[in-house]
């Protein structure tokens, strides 16, 4: 990775930091607003239906053709037909380019599909609309894991555990890597 994509990976750690203390960039919901305060509490045994209630926000576009759009890209991700998932999130995110919930189902096609750069450029837009976005944090963590960024990766897994302190995946694979850091084996 060269410096321009080093650069880039600080300025996520960045954003997702400030975004924490700073509150979101763009005002939310109070409804959503809850949600993140109810989520973000470790103790809260019901964080599993306000993380549903969360995704199910995130992916009201308000716009049922928009909704359509990103239901078929999904459909397509399952289906294992990624370009088409692309091509369908394409579409999404050039008519709503206000709809986070579009640019991250296109990270993680990209994503799946082997194509980090694009994944990590649609992450960035992600976060720039949703700074909450544990989801688009954890992808990019995995990325930079995949690319041997593992200082880097930690950082950006912690700053989705502040969010979601429930991620059981995130919590093993920052685990591995705190390990994998120390020198003890596994």
Excluded at 70 to 78: H, I, P, T, V
């Amino acid at each position: 990775m060269g410096r321009f994509a080093t650069h880039l990976c600080v300025f996520f750690i960045v954003l997702a930091a400030t975004s924490l203390a700073a509150g979101p960039i763009r005002a939310a919901s109070e409804t959503l607003d809850q949600l993140y305060s109810e989520l973000a509490d470790p103790d809260n045994a019901d964080w599993p239906r306000v993380q549903a209630d969360i995704l199910r926000e995130w992916s009201r576009s308000g716009s049922p053709s928009m909704d359509l759009l990103l239901k078929r890209g999904r459909d397509a991700m399952n289906a294992g037909d990624l370009q088409a998932a692309i091509e369908h999130l394409t579409a999404l995110v050039d008519h709503a380019p206000d709809f986070a919930e579009g640019w991250n189902a296109r990270a993680t096609a990209y994503y799946l599909a082997g194509e980090f750069g694009p994944s990590v450029s649609d992450i960035q837009h992600v976060l720039a609309l949703n700074p909450h976005h544990f989801g688009a944090l954890s992808g990019y963590g995995k990325i930079l894991e995949a690319l041997g960024k593992d200082d880097l990766a930690k950082r950006v897994y912690a700053a989705s555990l502040a969010i979601h302190p429930h991620q059981e995946a995130i919590k093993q694979a920052l685990e591995q890597l705190n390990l994998k850091s120390t020198g003890t084996e596994l």
